[in-house]
């Protein structure tokens, strides 16, 4: 994994969202660092949709503040929009397209240039090892397949991070190992991956982790830590232990 140690591409203080006089969100304070794998981990109703939907320029905050690449989520949607991927367990590639044309299309969505187009579809069915299925339909490939190429097709225009939200979901254990190994390869790259994932083992991959309990960050450090700070064996334990305090059970 890359280093952490230069200036936050991530920057909330005090995030907060309010529904009425329910708080989804509460004094979200953090910061992520470039090329960082932050996993951002919480039960339903702990307030990660609502979270990520604000950082990612969708809802606007109800007060504090936050900047994602460098701009605001109040006066600045757009371009965070343009600097920032996204998937999720329900990202839909074309079944009707190939995997070529799948890469070609979302590339144009994002803005990228006819010869960049060009170039990046061919590096990354070589990356995938997908070059002898380039002209397949999407709908003929294994789930696993399906879900690298979403993965590498949410970064093809070389975002400033990327947010994952639960994107493993379905997917055998084997094929999310090798799904990790393309983030990995991304935050190697330095592109800062901010995951949600309700694998305990996933939480383990990531540099750091922060747990939501009933919209309010209840920790925040590396794996290790968090299980020496509460004498836990594994992340789940971790977990479960902040967890079970939780009042909600709707997000």
């Known amino acids: ?50 979270a990520m939907r604000m950082l990612c320029g969708l809802l606007k905050p109800s007060s504090g503040k936050a900047t994602i690449a460098g701009y605001d989520v109040y006066t600045q949607t757009e371009k965070i929009k343009r600097s920032i991927g996204y998937m999720s ?21 994002y803005g990228m240039s006819r010869p960049a187009i060009k170039e990046k579809t061919a590096q990354l069915l070589k990356e995938l090892q997908l070059e002898k299925e380039a002209k397949t339909l999407v709908s003929e490939l294994p789930l696993g397949w399906k879900q690298k190429l979403s993965f590498s097709v949410s970064i093809v225009h070389d975002p400033d991070i990327v947010f994952l939200d639960e994107p493993t979901g379905g997917v055998d254990p084997v094929t999310r190992r090798q799904f990790w190994d393309l983030i990995y390869h991304a935050s190697d790259r330095g592109v800062t991956v901010f995951v949600t994932t309700h694998y305990m083992d996933e939480a383990e991959y990531c540099n750091r982790v922060s747990i939501m ?18 004498g836990r064996d594994n992340m789940e334990d971790v977990f ?12």
Do not use: C, H, W
């Not at 004094?27 to 702990?46: H, R, S, Y």
């Not at 479960?240 to 997000?251: G, H, N, S, V, W």
């Open 213 to 230: 309990v009933d919209g309010v960050v209840a920790a925040l450090d590396s794996p290790t830590r968090l299980k020496q700070q509460f």
């Open 240 to 251: 479960y232990e902040l967890a079970r305090k939780a009042t909600r059970k709707a997000d």
């Open 89 to 109: 367990q329900k990202f839909s590639l074309y079944d009707d397209l190939t995997v070529a044309e799948n890469i070609r299309f979302y590339a144009g969505i």
């Open 1 to 50: 994994m890359s280093s952490t140690t230069s200036a936050p591409v991530i920057t909330t203080d005090k995030l907060t969202k309010r529904f009425g006089q329910f708080i989804a969100a509460n004094e979200l304070t953090f910061q992520v660092a470039k090329g960082e794998i932050f996993g951002f981990l919480g039960a339903n109703g702990a307030g990660k949709t609502t």
